[in-house]
């Protein structure tokens, strides 16, 4: 079943009057958002992208932080991902609770807050195999928007400075920030100028 941007958004504003800190809807809408106008004007370029399940993606990304039992990147990208195939929906659209927190096809690529990814845990393997697949064009989108997203959309570096902040400098640290610097001049070149220029409210938000 496919689930459309304005489903997924409907999907959230259930959620928010479940939670006590609604503040991982606020971001999802953000990604959503931030994610469509990328996607939006790389279709301008002549790109084959579809806008509106970018910015779906977006919405429900972090949709597995509604089960507020668990925490880290292990337990909200399992239950989104099982919550959405619960619901019937396509596997893409439950992959993206998986995919949009690590990088370059690579599990050890993901803002982390310990020196290793978690070997032991019993999703390890799994999501280790699931990401091994190119991504696709939005889900790549996704990658990158989540990194320019807290509540409100930021430039990639200061998104960095926020996880720093947040989590320390581990191991993986820098491979992450050179692999989302990428991402970043990946889809510059993909416009054929900076992104940022889609987005003037970023320099209010500095």
């Known amino acids: 079943m496919k689930l459309t941007s304005k489903e997924a958004k409907e999907i959230l504003e259930v959620e928010r009057v479940n939670t006590k800190d609604d503040s991982w809807i ?30 779906a993606f977006g919405y429900i990304h972090d949709i597995g932080k509604k089960f507020i039992e668990e925490s880290g990147v292990f337990s909200h990208a399992i239950n989104g991902y099982n919550y959405l195939k619960e619901l019937g929906y396509d596997e893409e659209y439950a992959g993206i609770c998986i995919k949009h927190s690590f990088l370059n096809n690579d599990i050890d690529c993901l803002s982390n807050d ?52 947040r989590h320390g400098v581990f191991a993986k640290t820098h491979y992450h920030i050179v692999v989302t610097m990428k991402l970043k001049t990946y889809f510059d070149n993909l416009l054929s100028y900076n992104l940022y220029d889609l987005f003037p409210e970023i320099k209010d938000n500095l």
């Open 26 to 55: 606020t971001h999802s809408l953000c990604v959503g958002n931030t994610a469509g106008k990328i996607a939006q004007a790389l279709k301008e370029k002549g790109l084959t992208v579809d806008v509106d399940k970018t910015i």
């Open 114 to 165: 310990r020196d290793e990814t978690d070997r032991s845990n019993p999703h390890y393997q799994f999501f280790k195999e699931y990401i091994k697949k190119e991504y696709t064009l939005e889900e790549k989108i996704i990658n990158l928007c989540d990194l320019m997203c807290t509540t409100q959309i930021l430039t990639v570096e200061k998104r960095m400075i926020d996880l720093l902040v």
